[in-house]
């Protein structure tokens, strides 16, 4: 008889990063991420994502939470997928941190999005739990770019980006609540940039979610995780500054996306997504 990972191999999947661990997203642990969801992640005048999810009214945000990892869950393929974990900390959930493609056997690229609940903000936790994610995506997925953004007044946010290893990109220019504009910062991560821990993630469940990303079971000749080994000891210096000079509008894509999630589910996919921890 199969088994709930048979069918979801993503169910399965389980990183070791220290204190933290990464998970994916069971039923019960996308409970636990729900009503730490509704506890707050931001403070109320501030919203840190593309689509202001986390403005729904309480007890609807637990329910939105819920029901949107249930339907990106039922709707995953190696050309659409959102690959959303829990953050544990002490067994405790603190947080979320995943990452969405379009295409993904042919790009070999994704967006990450993360969020904290606000308790364990502060801490470094958003650093170690994205430079986790970053690890198994390249070292353990196939991943050959990562991409991110976060708007230009969330230093914390940006911060968490340089210490990982991204590099800025373009500034677009988008609504982010109503008749407010907000300036948005692309960033960009490569193998050869990510900033590692001194000690690898324990990674146990990717083979069968490679195959189910539309990989096969193991990776590629020069893409095994020693070979990536190579990425930057220690922090880059300096700050990520906005490169205000190149900025631009979102494209019709972008905007046609952002209407088709108008109705209220928390995205924080490729279209949509932001890291927030």
């Not at 249930?70 to 947080?95: H, Q, Y």
């Not at 070999?108 to 995506?137: I, N, V």
């Not at 007044?153 to 500034?171: E, F, I, W």
Request: proline fraction near 8%; glycine fraction near 10%; include cysteine.
């Amino acid at each position: 008889m199969s088994t709930l990972v048979d069918l979801f191999p993503p169910l399965g999947l389980h990183v070791q990063a220290g204190p933290l661990e990464l998970r994916g997203l069971s039923d019960e642990l996308i409970l636990e991420l729900s009503d730490l969801a509704e506890q707050g992640i931001h403070p109320p005048d501030e919203m840190p994502f593309y689509f202001p999810w986390t403005a729904a009214p309480p007890g609807e945000l637990a329910r939105n939470t819920a029901a949107y990892h249930w339907g990106k869950r039922s709707t995953f393929s190696p050309d659409d997928f959102c690959l959303d974990l829990a953050v544990l900390l002490d067994g405790r959930v603190i947080g979320a941190q995943g990452v969405a493609a379009r295409n993904f056997p042919v790009t070999r690229t994704g967006e990450t999005g993360s969020w904290l609940g606000r308790e364990f903000q502060g801490r470094g936790l958003g650093t170690a739990m994205r430079r986790a994610m970053c690890e198994l995506l390249f070292d353990h997925l196939g991943f050959e770019e990562i991409t991110s953004a976060a708007f230009v007044d969330n230093p914390a946010s940006l911060a968490v980006s340089r210490k990982v290893g991204y590099r800025p990109t373009a500034v677009s220019r988008i609504k982010r609540r109503e008749g407010e504009l907000a300036l948005n910062q692309g960033l960009v991560l490569t193998p050869d940039d990510l900033v590692r821990d001194a000690e690898p993630i324990r990674v146990t469940g990717a083979e069968a979610v490679r195959a189910f990303i539309g990989l096969g079971g193991r990776l590629s000749p020069g893409r095994t995780p020693s070979a990536h080994r190579i990425g930057r000891a220690r922090p880059p210096s300096g700050r990520i500054v906005p490169r205000v000079l190149r900025v631009r509008t979102l494209s019709s894509e972008r905007r046609s996306a952002l209407r088709r999630t108008s109705t209220g589910d928390p995205t924080w996919e490729r279209s949509l997504t932001h890291d927030n921890s």
